[in-house]
Antibody, heavy 117, light 107 residues
Framework: QVQLQESGPGLVKPSGTLSLTCAVS?????????WSWVRQPPGKGLEWIGE???????NYNPSLKSRVSISIDESMNHFSLELTSVTAADTAVYFC??????????WGQGTLVTVSS | EIVLTQSPGTLSLSPGERATLSCRAS???????LAWYQQKPGQAPRLLIY???TRATGIPDRFSGRGSGTDFTLTINTLEPEDFAVYHC?????????FGQGTKLEI
């Protein structure tokens, strides 16, 4: 079973850059899967951020596209998220997820990122 | 852009009862790309149903989905204590995902 684990700073200053990594276990990140980031503000619903394929192809949520970059590191078997110019509205639990078909099948446990000075 | 509206926002029921959750799309969508997830506090979402009606691996048959066009339903027959959680619907289209705002199923 594919396992995903998010890591990164739990606190980011306003106007700074949020950077997270998702480590993939029990599978190769180069397998025929897409790898996504999803976030959930405290007490609110889920929001898809974007995804990447091992070839480097990406898809982003139009509402975040200008601030988001997702990259992949095959040598480390992980993928990463960068979100720039963060504000308090970006405070959320960030999940990484993966899919082989169209639906998001595999999920990490999530990591809380707080934007505050 | 597709908007998914889930109702009710909160559903209060008791174990043994039947739950019916709704997900309405702002325009006609393919049932193939409609899924339901269960999320418990402090946990990641878990895939329950995809293709509007196909249960994911290991999901009990008390969970069922149906629908087409703009209206989709998740039914949970004979609620078990562990079924009280938040349920999200999800649509995939145009190389992006859209979630509903969620329905909280509470005792």
């Amino acid at each position: 079973q594919v396992q995903l684990q998010e890591s990164g700073p739990g606190l980011v200053k306003p106007s700074g850059t949020l950077s997270l990594t998702c480590a993939v276990s029990n599978d190769s990140i180069s397998s025929r899967k897409w790898w996504s980031w999803v976030r959930q503000p405290p007490g609110k619903g889920l929001e898809w951020i974007g995804e990447i394929y091992h070839s480097g192809s990406t898809n982003y949520n139009p509402s975040l596209k200008s601030r988001v970059s997702i990259s992949i590191d095959e040598s480390m078997n992980h993928f990463s998220l960068e979100l720039t110019s963060v504000t308090a509205a970006d405070t959320a639990v960030y999940f990484c997820a993966g899919r082989s078909a169209w639906m998001l099948e595999y999920w990490g446990q999530g990591t809380l990122v707080t934007v505050s000075s | 852009e597709i908007v998914l509206t889930q109702s009710p926002g909160t559903l209060s029921l008791s174990p043994g009862e039947r739950a019916t959750l709704s997900c309405r799309a702002s325009q006609t969508i393919s049932f193939i790309y409609l899924a339901w997830y269960q999320q418990k506090p402090g946990q990641a979402p878990r895939l329950l149903i995809y293709g509007a009606a196909t249960r994911a691996t290991g999901i009990p048959d008390r969970f069922s989905g149906r629908g087409s066009g703009t209206d989709f339903t998740l039914t949970i027959n004979t609620l078990e204590p562990e079924d009280f959680a938040v349920y999200h619907c999800l649509h995939y289209g145009g190389s992006m995902y859209t979630f509903g705002q969620g329905t909280k199923l509470e005792i």
